[in-house]
């Protein structure tokens, strides 16, 4: 949940906005999450065929979750149309194998968690997210206005400290998955 809240929305908003961006380009970075939700198909097939849903999350999340330090790098990039479409082209790959992430878990947390524990379980997990969500928010965004005012250096190198705690919040959950629990397929 960190890395999301610090990825994407309000944060990559901003940075693309700081960054010169144009409403097509903001509008070509909102489209993406859900234009690459189309390898979902792919990452399906994958899953079926390789049978190992936390090898396909592993491989997918060490794909993903890199993604974010480009973007952290590209914030650093002078020329701005390059570093916008090297963001675009970082988010496009993290969402795509994000698609793979996506696909891996879902079927892996179906057969895991029992039927009558899933509500629970899923209700509670989501409970924790948004309120992780909500206080790692307000304490990045208290972070760009901070360094906006005491910073001697641009607020996109601020957004490269955010998008590196990012990319570090998304690989300790695929780290972390290493060790769930897997029942065959």
Not at 82 to 97: D, G, K, P
Request: proline content about 5%.
């Amino acid at each position: 949940q960190i890395m999301e809240t610090l990825a994407v929305g309000a944060f990559l908003t901003a940075l693309a906005v700081d960054l010169g961006a144009t409403n097509l380009t903001i509008g070509i970075l909102a489209a993406i999450p859900h234009m690459a939700q189309l390898a979902q198909i792919p990452a399906l097939f994958t899953v079926d065929h390789v049978r190992k849903r936390r090898k396909v999350y592993i491989a997918a999340g060490w794909v993903a979750r890199p993604m974010l330090l480009v973007i952290a790098l590209a914030a650093l990039i002078p020329n701005q149309e390059s570093a916008l479409t090297l963001i675009a082209i970082a988010f496009t790959v993290r969402y795509v194998a994000g698609a793979f992430l996506a696909v891996s878990w879902s079927s892996w947390m179906r057969d895991l968690v029992p039927d009558k524990e899933m509500g629970r379980v899923f209700g509670t997990r989501q409970k924790y997210m948004i309120g992780v969500g909500i206080v790692f928010s307000l304490i990045a965004a208290g972070f760009i206005d901070a360094w906006q005012s005491f910073a001697p250096w641009p607020k996109t190198v601020g957004y490269t400290v955010i998008y590196t705690l990012a990319f570090f919040g998304g690989a300790y959950s695929v780290w972390a998955s290493r060790s769930i629990i897997e029942p065959p397929m």
